[in-house]
């Protein structure tokens, strides 16, 4: 006669007999472990090993060139940005400077250069720039009496980004009788 009991929380009433699982794992017990054995055993074969180290051959080095070509193209940017920010800077001195000081190469040399230096350091280290300045009269185009009072300014920056030689350029038409004479009385 067999006996069921029942115990309070379990939603199945229990038997003698031991449960179908630990028949399961006593019966299998010997061939599962024999390939848990083995798999745990043998690691990774030849193939998969090649596979994977021609996998990281491929990727680290794309990786690297990818972070070096990131580096150089801020480099250049940066650069190119501190060259604008140089014209700028002359460009707003042509504006508010008078028609006769525009002509004078005392006051605004042809050539001249400014250097940068991304750690704020004044040793004259970094980026040299070259800032060339130059004025024409007018355009053929207007009339002669008109000509006469106006000048195209124009002003270069030239400097070295590793090999390569880069130059950013601004130009602007600056009359006789323009902001200028309001500005500076001239």
Request: aromatic share 10%; proline share 6%.
């Amino acid at each position: 006669m067999k006996i069921k009991t029942y115990t309070p929380g379990l939603t199945q009433p229990r038997s003698d007999k031991p449960p179908l699982s630990s028949v399961w794992r006593s019966a299998f017990s010997l061939g599962s472990s024999a390939r848990v054995r083995r798999a745990s055993a043998s690691g990774f074969t030849l193939v998969e090993t090649l596979v994977a180290t021609l996998i990281a051959g491929i990727m680290l080095p794309t990786l690297f060139t990818g972070l070096a070509s990131a580096f150089s193209t801020v480099q250049a940017t940066r650069e190119n940005l501190r060259a604008t920010q140089i014209i700028v800077q002359r460009m707003e001195a042509v504006r508010l400077a008078s028609y006769k000081t525009l002509q004078d190469p005392g006051v605004y040399p042809t050539n001249s250069t400014e250097y940068y230096c991304p750690s704020g350091q004044t040793s004259g280290k970094g980026t040299a720039y070259t800032i060339q300045y130059n004025w024409a009269s007018g355009p053929s185009s207007l009339p002669p009496s008109y000509r006469t009072n106006m000048l195209l300014v124009t002003v270069t920056a030239s400097w070295n980004s590793g090999n390569v030689q880069r130059t950013r350029s601004m130009q602007s038409y600056v009359a006789r009788y323009g902001i200028q004479h309001y500005v500076s009385g001239n």
